[in-house]
């Protein structure tokens, strides 16, 4: 008999809790969909994380990454094989790599008119591999002769349209040589195409690597002589050790300090870059679950304040607490565990996609996709388990009542006092009317208010990164450079040697600027850079400091920085730094600088100083003209651009020429990783911040049908109840509007400083319009939410809506 009852009070508690759930299937779907999203979007990040890192580390494998690198003067491979004894050491490659120009045009043009870029000449052995930074061939073959044959770097060759078969033109040392190309390549050293790790932008467009037979390497130096010698370990614990031999085998012909694993370019980007996106991956959509839980909680709290007559008739009849709280417990792990299999359906292959677009946005040649079990496995038990807490928590305030309070408590009475006050007499009705319903129930207010705040908060982070990033870009590209071409000079000309470009009808404007790579110090720390010499006369650079007023650099001993550089240095204005330029003696002159006021430059932009005062640096540490300058920084008259620019490229005195739009490029081009998540989160806000309105506002509309319907039956009109809602409706927003507003703009600088590189200093900002759209948006969600919530009341006939039974 007691097994039977048993079975009923089982079967009668399950048909409740499907009952429930059907009725309340609009707010309870909201809870599904917000868990869902908020782990199929860490799943995603999470999971695109964890692939990028195998996919990164199995191409260093495969193609054998060096573990350091030594830079020598020009040797022999004797040298190599003293490295390769040393105990410990794996593995050990000696190469000739030498600086060129790769010129652009026909074999009809020729070298000294032809377009160029920078780019590197690297040779690689023919009749084996390279037992250190081998090379993927993506397309045709790998280099079978010792002469003539040439491999190219393959989102070089894809930007500037050379294929397999193609001749390509290398010029090192004024010496033109031709190759013929007979693959593209992927190399581990330019997995992040960058030559310097302190500026990630991406160069596949302006800087080439060539990679050619050890002959013909060697022929353009006229020996078998390298320069380069790269080591990889056994045991990466002793590669300090292994490094300190080296380099006392090697010491008189160490050109410059061993280069180590994690400072090459391409490998300290690639590093600096995964420990941004992990911390991406998950800050967020740890934020999501956690406005889950709360959502979770407000839902069921309003669910048990409806039913609280409900309870107390129960637990009358002899229902425990236990019992109570395990059929609530039950709804709440019904929807944590639907939330939980929706988002990992979603966000497996989600995380797959994820992994794909950054392999190609890298290049990876081996990619590898797989599933972090151990983190998975963990997410799903802690979303389940936050929607069984948040249940509880719910829960646990309707069940600790007295039975008889549960049965007659209808509403928690409010700080607001039962006299009406001198204020609320000047309010007309709807104002009235919506503050004491408002004021009646704080914590149902609260909830209503958080759902807006939160909803607000999350499109206003995502909008304010985009904000802040176009603003930054428009101001550093059309308020900072007001030139069209840099110019760089093949060597220093003094103005007597300078070509005429400033007589050119095509041309509107000329600065000069005196361009020097440098060493800046400061106490401890140094940083390799290069600085500019710009004219106190000058307009077409233009420097402002961080209140946007101008800056005019003069002859006092002043150095001008951008917030970049002094973070990396450890300085601040006003302290004293030394700076040397880079000589070949190891002794050069040191001259001291005080740090004037700071550049409002959010890109990495070398350092400024007057021109006069570069001159008199460079001329005490190297020969050269008194009054030299390499740079040109031209404006073009209206209409007159293109013509420029040929003309600029067919002067014998010009290396090569930039244009702002082209770093604007890069820098988009460095950001479309950020910007591909950007808009990822953006979608997932959007919709979490849709459901949270349709959610809260349904559920709150639902949760008074009683007191709806009775205002219904005491003569309210549908017209007049529907504006006395919206009265209260537009209150709850408004409140909500400005606490996310606030808290939107402290998620999105989080969100900048989780994936901040050290090229860009993004300074945080939030347009008017951004802020309407945001306002209007939330406004129309929760209208159509109150619509929806309206049209559900006036479908219940009034006789069943002023009792106590949940709908």
Not at 87 to 95: D, I, Q, T
Not at 725 to 744: D, I, N, Q, R
């Amino acid at each position: 008999m007691k097994q039977g009852l048993r079975t009923k009070l089982v079967a009668l508690v399950l048909k409740k809790i499907l009952r429930d759930l059907r009725q309340g299937w609009l707010s309870f779907g909201a809870c599904i969909c917000m868990l869902a999203l908020s782990v199929s979007l860490f799943l995603a990040f999470y999971s695109a994380a964890f692939s990028l890192e195998l996919s990164t580390e199995s191409t260093y494998e495969k193609l054998k990454f060096l573990d350091f690198t030594l830079f020598v003067n020009q040797t022999s491979n004797s040298n190599v094989a003293r490295i390769a004894s040393i105990p410990g050491v794996k593995a050990v490659s000696g190469r000739a790599s030498h600086p060129s120009r790769i010129l652009l045009d026909p074999i009809s043009v020729r070298a000294s008119n032809s377009r160029s870029v920078e780019g590197r000449l690297i040779g690689v052995p023919v009749a084996e591999r390279a037992p250190v930074n081998d090379v993927y061939v993506e397309e045709g073959r790998y280099l079978a002769q010792e002469r003539g044959e040439a491999l190219v770097e393959r989102r070089f060759a894809t930007h500037h349209n050379i294929k397999v078969g193609d001749l390509i033109r290398v010029e090192v040392n004024s010496d033109e040589r031709r190759y013929r190309v007979v693959g593209l390549v992927s190399s581990p050293e330019y997995v992040w195409m960058a030559t310097n790790r302190f500026d990630p932008r991406p160069i596949e467009k302006r800087y080439g690597v060539v990679f050619v037979s050890e002959k013909d390497a060697f022929s353009t130096t006229g020996g078998a002589y390298i320069d380069e010698i790269h080591v990889t370990v056994k045991d990466p614990e002793q590669r300090d050790r292994i490094v300190n031999e080296a380099k006392d085998r090697l010491r008189a012909d160490l050109q410059s300090p061993p280069l180590l694993r994690e400072e090459q370019p391409s490998h300290a980007l690639v590093l600096r870059d995964r420990r941004a996106f992990r911390g991406l991956a998950i800050f967020f959509p740890i934020v999501f679950l956690s406005l889950s839980s709360i959502t979770i909680f407000s839902t069921l709290w309003q669910l048990l304040s409806r039913q609280r007559r409900q309870i107390g008739i129960l637990m009358c009849q002899g229902c425990s607490t236990g019992q109570l709280l395990g059929q609530y417990l039950l709804i709440g792990l019904v929807i944590g565990c639907l939330g939980t299999s929706l988002g990992v359906t979603v966000g497996l292959p989600l995380g797959y996609a994820c992994t794909r677009f950054y392999a190609g946005i890298l290049h990876l040649p081996f990619v590898q996709t797989q599933i972090p079990l151990l983190p998975t496995a963990l997410l799903c038990l802690v979303s389940v388990a936050l929607s069984v807490v948040a249940t509880w928590l719910a829960t646990r305030r309707v069940l600790d009542l007295d039975p008889i309070r549960a049965l007659r408590m209808e509403f928690k009475e409010g700080w607001v006092p039962r006299r009406q006050l001198a204020l609320e007499r000047l309010l007309p009705t709807s104002l009235r009317f919506a503050l004491r319903n408002l004021a009646r129930n704080p914590g149902r207010t609260f909830l209503a208010t958080l759902g807006v705040a939160t909803s607000v908060a999350q499109i206003v982070m995502t909008l304010a990164v985009y904000d802040s990033q176009n603003r930054t870009l428009n101001y550093y590209f059309e308020s900072v450079h007001q030139y069209d071409f840099e110019v760089s000079l093949k060597r220093v000309l003094g103005a007597t040697s300078l070509p005429h470009v400033g007589s050119w009808p095509e041309v509107e404007a000329v600065d000069t600027c005196l361009r020097r790579s440098a060493v800046l110090h400061f106490q401890d720390r140094q940083l390799d850079v290069n600085v500019w010499g710009v004219a106190p006369e000058g307009k077409l650079l233009r420097l402002f400091d961080e209140k946007d007023h101008l800056v005019k650099v003069n002859r006092e001993p002043l150095i001008y920085l951008g917030p970049v550089q002094l973070a990396r240095l450890g300085a601040r204005p006003g302290d004293r730094i030394t700076v040397t330029l880079e000589r070949h003696h190891p002794d050069p002159p040191e001259f001291d600088f005080v740090i004037g006021q700071v550049l409002h430059e959010p890109l990495a932009h070398p350092p400024k100083l007057a021109l006069a005062q570069l001159q008199r640096m460079t001329h005490k540490s190297e020969w050269m003209v008194a009054d030299g300058v390499n740079i040109l920084l031209v404006r073009a008259r209206p209409g007159m651009r293109d013509a420029l620019e040929k003309r600029l490229l067919n002067d014998q005195n010009v290396a090569g020429i930039f244009s702002p739009e082209q770093a604007k490029e890069e820098v988009q081009d460095l950001l479309r990783m950020f910007n591909a998540y950007k808009t990822l989160i953006l979608a997932f806000t959007s919709l979490f911040a849709i459901v949270v309105l349709l959610g809260t506002t349904t559920m709150t509309l639902m949760e008074r049908t009683r007191e709806f319907a009775t205002l219904s039956c005491l003569g309210v009109s549908d017209w007049k109840l529907a504006k006395l809602l919206l009265t209260e409706t537009l209150m709850v927003w408004f409140l909500g509007l400005l606490l996310g507003l606030p808290a939107g703009l402290a998620l999105g600088s989080q969100m900048m400083n989780s994936f901040q590189r050290q090229l860009l200093s993004l300074d945080l900002s939030l347009s008017p319009e951004t802020v309407v759209v945001t306002a209007l948006v939330s406004l129309l969600i929760c209208i159509l939410a109150l619509v929806n919530g309206i049209l559900r009341l006036r479908s219940l006939p009034l006789t069943a809506a002023t009792q106590d039974r949940f709908e």
